[in-house]
């Protein structure tokens, strides 16, 4: 039995973080006010303790404050990119601090703001994190979101200015970077070409203090 409810749980996350068809989410549904019905009284325990004394509700009930952690941060981290609100990006990376997306919105949110030196620090971060998962994809797509973000503020700045020369040299570095991680990832000559281009500009930035 335990078995079975562990593997249900197990089935129930991964239809509820990639997503099912319709007749899939319903099946999971019925399940889930199925079981709850039957275990009404250990998830009222739970939900009062944060814990049973049924390994089963707990290992259920665990899943489920999982995924909704999940979805809030989700939900905080979207909102303020879409805001620019740094608290609500601040209480997302609270929620999942090993999330490199995460951290390279925050990043870029506080380089634009001319909070360079913690926008460093946070992109440092997202560096550590990413590293956590071996080379591969998840390399890409942290390189792929970098040049996105950062590449949307090119005009704000080549507009306004940078507020100083270390903006301005975070700016171009980590854009390098960025790019230099696509091209270990692709060899292809543009990224390599792309990358020597921002690091120049890198150190034009220390040349003009």
Not at 47 to 75: C, H, K, L, P, Y
Request: hydrophobic share 40%.
């Amino acid at each position: 039995m335990r078995k079975r409810i562990i593997a249900l749980v197990m089935v129930t996350v991964m239809l509820l973080v990639s997503g099912c068809e319709a007749e899939a989410r319903q099946l999971v549904i019925d399940l889930a006010l199925s079981w709850a019905a039957e275990n009404a009284v250990s998830i009222g325990a739970y939900t009062f303790f944060g814990r049973s004394g049924n390994a089963e509700v707990d290992a259920v009930m665990g899943a489920r404050d999982v995924i909704n952690n999940i979805n809030e941060a989700d939900r905080l981290m979207e909102e303020g990119r879409q805001e620019n609100d740094l608290p609500k990006m601040e209480e997302a990376i609270e929620r999942r601090p090993g999330d490199y997306t995460y951290r390279v919105s925050y990043a870029t949110a506080l380089l634009q703001a001319g909070r360079t030196s913690e926008a460093e620090d946070q992109f440092t971060a997202a560096n550590l994190n990413v590293e956590g998962y071996g080379w591969g994809d998840h390399w890409q797509r942290y390189a792929i979101e970098g040049i996105d973000e950062l590449g949307a503020l090119r005009d704000d700045f080549e507009e306004t200015g940078f507020v100083d020369a270390q903006q301005c040299w975070a700016y171009h570095h980590r854009m390098g970077h960025f790019y230099r991680v696509r091209h270990a990832g692709t060899e292809q000559a543009f990224f390599r070409e792309r990358a020597e281009h921002y690091e120049a500009l890198a150190q034009a930035c220390r040349l003009g203090q």
